[in-house]
């Protein structure tokens, strides 16, 4: 209840003193939603109604509870597989069902708690990297069709040049919003092409998200098998863990998230809203560094979405599908390369005032004041120990590019920490030796 009630009074204060920040803020993470829930709902993989509605209320709830923009946004990999695989509703539902129902046992019985204290930190920045320059190469991705001779005129390379301009020109201006102005742009642009197209604009009425999704036992085999299993170690590590430190780098003043209480809401976002056709969900370290890349420092960023998406939901419903899909990539490549950035940056304060060079006590004051005022407890590094960090955090980042994969990354940075552990032992064993080397030749003397 005192969380509550401090986030509370904290969104409303934010809210007060930079309305234009959050309400830009709000749009950081729509570079990733809006493809992924677009094409999902193209396919027939997700309800679009249901998404809107549901995503919109985890939004609310979210954004009041925590205090600080922890984004919704879609589960990546099953995403993936539901559209290269073409899943149906069900089996995709099944996916999230049966990640929401692993990541919820994983949180009540204190296992996501355990890893997230043993994992040593150039790991998970190494994954926070990996998933900014992820998101760097969706961008390329999306850019890479676009040219200068394009006769497409409202999403060409000079709309993205432009943006990439406006975006990096006032990036000293940290009000200044650059996604509300690139969202309604984009908005205006997709509705000329629809309209100009001979497309329909969205109708207005009234759209009933609740309609009961129930897969069967091969539906879920299906979805759960090939889709979800990929998911969780996804979820657990980057949308929960690295959450949690990713909000302890952006916004120190506030207190960070539990893990334990990130991975309840993912549970329960995917046990509620799956079971009536809502695109499976989960919070992201990269749309957590969207939305504060573009203004948002609190909950009521999130909110104001969730706002705004319920009542799409609502009044548009399933007709959105047709404008969103004309949404310029242009604009949208730029805004999630934006978001990569502000992920990968987390890298920086590596060997100088990361989490882990803190004392206890200055890492609990780092909850209520700035860093800066506890910099004097701070552990200072050896040269050798920045660059094994470094490299720490690098092979794990590289892998998961590499790989494509989250827990490969993982893996490999902990088997590269795990040696780097067996030779320092190696080290002191070795130094052990040679101090007892005197005592042995001593005793050499002596039995002579």
């Known amino acids: 209840?005192?969380?509550?009630?401090?986030?509370?009074?904290?969104?409303?204060?934010?809210?007060?003193?930079?309305?234009?920040?959050?309400?830009?803020?709000?749009?950081?993470?729509?570079?990733?939603?809006?493809?992924?829930?677009?094409?999902?709902?193209?396919?027939?993989?997700?309800?679009?109604?249901?998404?809107?509605?549901?995503?919109?209320v985890f939004n609310i709830c979210s954004g009041a509870f925590f205090g600080v923009p922890i984004v919704?946004?879609?589960?990546?990999?099953?995403?993936?597989?539901?559209?290269?695989?073409?899943?149906?509703?069900?089996?995709?539902?099944?996916?999230?069902?049966g990640v929401g129902i692993v990541v919820m046992l994983l949180s009540v019985i204190g296992m996501i708690k355990k890893a997230a204290d043993m994992?040593?930190?150039?790991?998970?920045?190494?994954?926070?990297?990996?998933?900014?320059?992820?998101?760097?190469?969706?961008?390329?991705?999306?850019?890479?069709?676009l040219n200068l001779n394009q006769s497409k005129w409202d999403d060409n390379l000079f709309w993205a040049i432009g943006a990439f301009?406006?975006?990096?020109?006032?990036?000293?201006?940290?009000?200044?919003?650059?996604?509300?102005l690139a969202f309604l742009l984009g908005g205006i642009f997709a509705a000329v092409d629809v309209a100009t197209s001979g497309g329909s604009l969205p109708a207005f009425g009234f759209w009933w998200p609740f309609t009961l999704t129930i897969?069967?036992?091969?539906?879920?085999?299906?979805?759960f098998g090939t889709a979800g299993i990929g998911q969780i170690s996804l979820t657990i590590l980057n949308s929960v863990i690295a959450v949690r430190y990713l909000s302890e780098d952006l916004m120190p003043t506030r207190p960070a998230p539990s893990v334990t209480a990130l991975g309840i809401s993912v549970g329960l976002m995917n046990l509620t809203g799956c079971w009536f056709g809502a695109m499976p969900v989960c919070h992201g370290?990269?749309?957590?560094?969207?939305?504060?890349?573009?203004?948002?420092?609190?909950?009521?960023?999130?909110?104001?979405?969730?706002?705004?998406?319920?009542?799409?939901?609502?009044?548009?419903?399933?007709?959105?599908t047709g404008l969103l899909q004309r949404f310029p990539k242009s604009l949208l490549g730029i805004m999630v390369f934006a978001a990569g950035i502000e992920l990968a940056s987390v890298a920086e304060n590596l060997n100088s005032t990361a989490r882990d060079l803190l004392s206890p006590t200055s890492a609990a004051l780092g909850t209520?004041?700035?860093?800066?005022?506890?910099?004097?407890?701070?552990?200072?590094?050896?040269?050798?120990?920045?660059?094994?960090?470094?490299?720490?955090?690098?092979?794990?980042?590289?892998?998961?590019?590499?790989?494509?994969?989250?827990?490969?990354?993982?893996?490999?940075?902990?088997?590269f920490w795990a040696l780097l552990r067996l030779?320092?032992?190696?080290?002191?064993?070795?130094?052990?030796?040679?101090?007892?080397?005197?005592?042995?030749?001593?005793s050499a003397l002596l039995g002579r």
């Open 165 to 180: 301009s406006m975006l990096y020109g006032f990036s000293r201006q940290s009000k200044f919003p650059f996604a509300l």
């Open 1 to 56: 209840m005192a969380l509550f009630t401090s986030s509370f009074k904290h969104n409303v204060q934010t809210l007060k003193d930079n309305p234009l920040g959050e309400i830009a803020g709000s749009l950081g993470d729509l570079g990733t939603l809006l493809p992924l829930m677009t094409a999902l709902a193209a396919g027939g993989s997700i309800s679009l109604t249901s998404t809107l509605i549901f995503s919109g």
């Open 285 to 320: 370290s990269g749309g957590l560094a969207a939305q504060h890349r573009f203004g948002a420092r609190s909950g009521a960023s999130v909110m104001l979405l969730g706002l705004v998406k319920v009542g799409a939901g609502l009044a548009f419903g399933e007709s959105l």
């Open 72 to 97: 919704v946004q879609p589960m990546k990999a099953i995403a993936s597989i539901a559209l290269a695989r073409q899943l149906s509703l069900k089996e995709t539902m099944a996916a999230g069902i």
């Open 119 to 145: 994992i040593p930190l150039p790991i998970v920045k190494g994954i926070q990297v990996g998933a900014g320059l992820s998101l760097c190469l969706n961008a390329g991705s999306m850019l890479s069709n």
């Open 423 to 442: 030779q320092d032992r190696m080290e002191d064993y070795g130094d052990a030796r040679a101090s007892f080397a005197p005592l042995n030749e001593a």
């Open 368 to 415: 209520e004041r700035s860093r800066s005022a506890v910099y004097a407890s701070l552990r200072v590094l050896t040269e050798r120990e920045k660059r094994e960090r470094f490299l720490n955090m690098m092979v794990t980042a590289a892998m998961m590019l590499a790989s494509k994969n989250t827990s490969v990354g993982f893996l490999a940075g902990v088997f």
């Open 215 to 223: 897969p069967t036992a091969d539906e879920f085999a299906t979805g």
